[in-house]
């Protein structure tokens, strides 16, 4: 784990969840540039609106981020609205920064008031255990999460070493328009606002916003990117050499992570990846790939290793991309075993038992290919299972034991 | 059950299930005035495409609908374009009409091509056993459906009789974008094509387009209305008195119907339904509705009876619909308990056992109103069950056995 320099972490149970941790800060010893990305739903939590219009006012001297999970404060009304506000206040007593310097993230049950006196007490204690180790900071911010997230990159601009450290948290309500769920990205890299903004957009695009478990878009949804410039390079800036070095590393990093969002998908058993190829642009071969991986029908036919691939095609069909279906090829693949199901719009005769052994791997790919064009996109989820039904009628119980 | 004067219904079992009836036949004996709606699925199978030119050419002079199940006849090419052909030339030749008067529907398996001897024989056969009794038709249109789906008025215009008669199948793959799975009406009015859809188009669209059972919308679904004029009323224009009477009529049968098909959901054992009042203009009631009904995570917390209304609010949300959420109030009723769980924007204290009552129904209503407007709408859905899991994945073995 390569860690960006002068971030440190801390993350405990302050008596929201019962045993596990519940609040953690991220703090910077530097002012970061930040960005961030806030979900497309018209309900927004507290959290998302304090953080909006805050980063209108400030995208430089951002110094920590505040997280508490099992309550999401959303649909709260002015209160919600006043205890966000509460949190960054004593986050910045408690770290003697400024208020207008922290940002703000809630996770978890709608509808309910945060617990104060817990969250604030909690603030106190957690800003006296910072230290480098991320682990707890990513502990504390998961709710119905199997495994904790995180990736990291090291590489060098013009022969200085530069860090990035992402930690994401899912698992249900996975459906995202901007970002998903809760995603950090901390650097030491030296990076304009502009900059830092334009790559984190580019790549959430291609990274949280292909993922899909259940079609639900969360209140809550935040993709946060804080750079301190500690690594010390020089500054990187839109079309600068280092830009391209930055976002492809960025890049891989959230990928790493939607993909473990999807994979620890509530009640997920495997990860489906939806290529399309050869589309005549872009955006259509995103909305396909999107749509196919979104679907409740190719999801359980994956689950239950039923090659109904009709299904796939019919999802497709209503992404509300308008392709010729004349031309287009299928293919299903484990990595190892291919079968082509469809040929330029035609069913093809393949090997059953084939088939059974691609659908028995926990990864499986399905090729789109529309034979017309030059542009590819991918998305992935994971499939519908039972399990997905259990968890998510108990959520609430559940949340509440954990 | 009225029946519509003029119409003759068959339905066996052809060889394409093993034991239940999968081809029927309904069949006019005089001229009807046609009007169709079809999927919007860019992937459309081979009977919607034949009906769509077909009716193109001809919407006066329809003599017949053939229908087959468990095999879609989509996703087949040209072979599967002339085995739609071959089919409706069999019915002409059976019921000595012309080829160009009959309409063709098929609901099943993608990817499959028809058994056509079977089907030529199974429409010899079936040509031979017409009668006025719908049933075995409506037998031999479903797929997965547990029961039957019929509906029927009988209603004045200028003292003449006039009765409606629609049979609808369902129960996968249902998230229409025009229409849902198929729906017939048969109908003994005297009306103009142009009338007829109109009257059908603005039905379907708060009928059978305000449903959802799991998000997919199929490649093969399709209402269509046939009038023989048999009631011998005064033709009905759009804009004349009568056009209003059988517009009523029409739209109670599609509601009817389509919440049959919503409550016989694969796995289902809720009805939800969802209204939303005081919206700013039709349409945005219609996207919000139809947002929370198509929500898993709102259909899987019905299904557990958890009153986790913070995901109903998220799905309104996520709707593409730009509300105010300080305006929003949302109740959750039974018909008789009801519980005010927000008001304008604030969660409200409600009684848990009262909560816990009214999820124990098997029909539930979530009203949401958004106080800024006088417009509403209406949709329907069911739960998200286990069971959905189950009979999904092996939905091709089920089918196959029954």
Redesign the interface.
């Known amino acids: 784990m390569e860690l960006a320099k002068g971030f440190l972490f801390s993350g405990l149970n302050c008596g929201i969840k019962r045993y596990r941790k519940d609040l953690g800060i991220a703090y910077s010893t530097f002012d970061c540039v930040a960005a961030g990305l806030f979900t497309?739903?018209?309900?927004?939590a507290a959290p998302i609106l304090y953080n909006m219009k805050l980063l209108g006012e400030n995208c430089t001297k951002i110094r920590a981020v505040v997280v508490n999970s099992k309550i999401?404060n959303?649909?709260?009304?002015q209160?919600g609205l006043n205890n966000a506000y509460r949190m960054a206040q004593k986050a910045a007593q408690a770290l003697q920064i400024d208020r207008r310097s922290v940002l703000l993230a809630s996770t978890g049950?709608?509808?309910?008031?945060l617990p104060m006196d817990k969250i604030e007490a909690g603030i106190e204690e957690a800003s006296n255990l910072l230290s480098e180790d991320p682990t707890p900071f990513a502990e504390a911010i998961t709710t119905t999460d199997t495994f904790i997230k995180m990736s990291s990159r090291s590489f060098e601009i013009d022969g200085t070493r530069v860090s990035i450290l992402g930690i994401a948290k899912g698992s249900?309500?996975i459906?995202p328009?901007i970002a998903t769920m809760l995603a950090f990205i901390f650097t030491d890299a030296n990076i304009s606002p502009e900059a830092l903004k334009k790559a984190l957009k580019d790549s959430v695009e291609k990274s949280y916003n292909m993922i899909d478990v259940?079609?639900?878009?969360?209140?809550n949804d935040m993709v946060l990117a804080l750079a301190n410039g500690c690594a010390g390079n020089e500054r990187i800036e839109e079309g600068s050499a280092g830009f391209l070095k930055f976002f492809e590393n960025l890049h891989e990093i959230n990928v790493e992570l939607a993909k473990m969002i999807v994979k620890d998908g509530e009640g997920a058993t495997k990860l489906i990846e939806v290529r399309v190829v050869h589309a005549p642009d872009e955006l259509s071969a995103r909305r396909i790939a999107r749509s196919i991986v979104?679907?409740?029908?190719v999801k359980?036919?994956i689950?239950?290793q039923?090659p109904?691939?009709?299904?796939i095609?019919?999802?497709?069909?209503?992404?509300g991309?308008?392709?010729d279906?004349?031309k287009?090829d299928l293919h299903i693949t484990d990595g190892k075993n291919v079968i082509t199901?469809?040929k330029?719009?035609?069913?093809c005769e393949f090997s059953e038992e084939e088939a059974n052994r691609i659908f028995l791997a926990s990864e499986i790919v399905l090729t789109v290919d529309l034979n017309d064009g030059v542009h590819s996109a991918t998305a992935w989820g994971c499939d519908?299972?039972?399990e997905?039904?259990?968890k998510?009628?108990?959520?609430?119980?559940w949340v509440r034991t954990l």
């Not at 259940?214 to 209140?219: H, L, M, N, V």
């Not at 330029?344 to 069913?347: A, L």
Request: proline share 3%; net charge neutral.
């Open positions: 497309t739903n018209t309900v927004k999401a959303s649909c709260t009304g209160q049950i709608i509808g309910l008031q249900g309500m459906h328009n259940d079609g639900d878009t969360s209140t979104s679907s409740n029908l359980t036919a689950h239950a039923d109904n691939w009709g299904r095609v019919a999802a497709a069909g209503y992404s991309v308008d392709f279906p004349d287009l199901v469809l330029r719009g035609y069913p519908l299972s039972e997905y039904i259990k998510n009628g108990r959520y609430k119980v």
